[in-house]
């Protein structure tokens, strides 16, 4: 967790700054409220993000009666010192009408909750970990070794690991059929998806390809 001190934070002549809330797992805005000193100090303390109730002039914890509290993760304040970002994972809903984030779609007398966001943004931290290790390995480093065999060795991992990925949907696809427990047969598809992804990735980063040109790709595939 980044530590901040509470002495960089440039509070308005009402004793508040504005917290802008993003999910840790997904990188989706939550919501925006209001700090005060009592409410950072409350957060960095406790690790339930508080807030200052504007309406209520008072403390306010976050889910403190609905039980949706955020849990920080991390806290940073912007280059101005006039603004921070709370990092947190949240337990249940962050709106007040049952939605996940206070940006999702209403309509009258319903709302309409945007689709769950699938955690991508890891993959960012994902693509500057493998590029680090090629750059300066660290001994041992299985990335490294992996990209020092070359291409041929990097494609053979992406060939194997597509196959495991394969034998594991069929294997999670007859437990389905004969309604066996998939709590395996998932867990193992899972698994060998995510050493898909990774290897694919180095197979970029030995190709010198970076992911963004990939993505542009299917932006443009998909373009109406």
């Known amino acids: 967790m ?10 308005g002549s009402d004793g508040l700054v504005p917290a802008i809330v993003q999910d840790a797992g997904s990188g989706r805005v939550l919501m925006l409220a209001w700090m ?3 409410a950072l100090a409350a957060t960095l303390s406790s690790g339930d993000v508080h807030f200052h109730s504007r309406s209520r002039d008072r403390l306010w914890r976050k889910g403190e009666t609905s039980g949706n509290v955020l849990r920080m993760v991390d806290l ?11 990092t947190a994972e949240p337990a249940g809903p ?8 206070c ?21 960012e931290d994902l693509w500057s970990t ?17 990209v020092a065999g070359g ?11 597509a196959t495991e990925v394969l034998l594991a949907a069929r294997d999670d696809a007859e437990a389905e059929a ?14 060998e998806a995510a050493d898909l992804l990774y290897h694919a990735l180095v197979l970029l980063a030995e190709r010198g390809l970076a992911p963004a040109a990939v993505i542009a790709t299917l932006r443009e595939r998909h373009r109406p």
Do not use: M, N, W
């Open 94 to 101: 962050t709106c007040h009408r049952g939605t996940t984030s």
């Open 151 to 161: 291409v041929d060795a990097v494609g053979r991992k992406v060939t194997e690991e």
């Open 36 to 38: 005060d000193r009592e």
């Open 76 to 86: 940073a304040v912007d280059c101005d010192g006039d603004a921070l970002l709370v």
């Open 130 to 146: 493998i590029r680090t290790r090629i750059a300066d390995p660290p001994p041992g480093s299985y990335t490294a070794k992996l």
């Open 103 to 123: 940006f999702d779609a209403v309509g009258p007398g319903h709302t309409v909750e945007a689709a769950p966001l699938q955690g991508f943004t890891f993959l």
């Open 2 to 11: 980044t530590a901040i001190e509470p002495s960089a934070v440039a509070f």
């Open 178 to 191: 004969h309604d066996g427990d998939r709590e395996a047969t998932r867990d193992a598809l899972r698994g």
